[in-house]
């Protein structure tokens, strides 16, 4: 069964520990300011507008306090997503409405989720999606133009803004940006082979400076599942796949292939799968595992794709969980 940890449980709210220094929050009561509404505050900037009071300690210990926490209670998640572009995040979106009682962690090497997706191609600004990827918009709550056989969402950005807003508020999902995946926590089977059994994480800016600096070693998370979809060759692209060539778990990269939007969207939805036990791969990963083409500036499949690998992923959990796998 899961592991006890990773059964997602409402934390409890941190600013219930009280500090104790010198300098406690005392002098400026937490919630001790009312709230204005903005028409209160219209046009009354200069009849002694002023900011509620703060010591700086407090902003650091609101944002530390919190992502430790965090660190802590997902140390131990039921599912990861390496990879917060469209196809993560509509994996996590589909996740996060089907199963509230799981953990997920989402691993985002950038700053900014969104991977390629805040813009529709060649720094243009609407996002082509083929049908029948509309239905993906549809439940999203993204308006679009009907083209016939594609839609056209006005602005990538619309897209992925609303898609990254509804992920982030699920309580049960936590996204760490500007965190890298190093490598892959595995495991030995009773037959020898191996399975996937968490990831091994590490900040961005220290995984960049490796080999630059003295070794800085990792941080890890464990879960039963990961489902990555870091995107096609690159600098952080195609790391588990890869990973899983240096590990001996598959043969060798097919690589991607180049751009056929007829056979390339099609290829990707259907061949996202467990690749080894323990590690779905979707999205442009899978272009370079299968030898499938690229698509270029259409974004359905990356939808889809993170529809049917939120799929697989809860089909191979409650299995596992079934059989006391874990």
Known sequence: MAPPAAIFEQATSVDSVPLKSGFDVKSFPINGTRSKTLEELAEKWDQGFKFAPIRESQVSRAMTRRYFNDLDSYAESDIVIVGAGSCGLSTAYMLGKARPDLKIAIIEASVSPGGGAWLGGQLFSAMVMRKPADAFLTDLGVP??????????????????????????????????????????????????????GVVTNWTLVTMHHDDQSCMDPNTINAPIVISTTGHDGPFGAFCVKRLVSMQQ????????????????????KRTREIVPGLIVGGMELSEVDGANRMGPTFGAMALSGVKAAEEALKVFDERKAQNAF
């Open 144 to 197: 679009f133009e009907d083209e016939g056989d594609f839609v056209v969402v006005k602005h990538a950005a619309l897209f992925t803004s609303t898609l990254l807003s509804k992920v982030l508020s699920f309580p049960n999902i936590k996204l760490f940006n500007a965190t890298a995946v190093e490598d892959l926590i595995t495991r030995s089977n009773g037959d020898g082979t191996l399975r996937i059994a």
């Open 250 to 269: 598959i043969e060798k990269l097919g690589g991607m292939r180049g751009l056929d939007m007829n056979t390339a969207e099609d290829a990707i939805v």
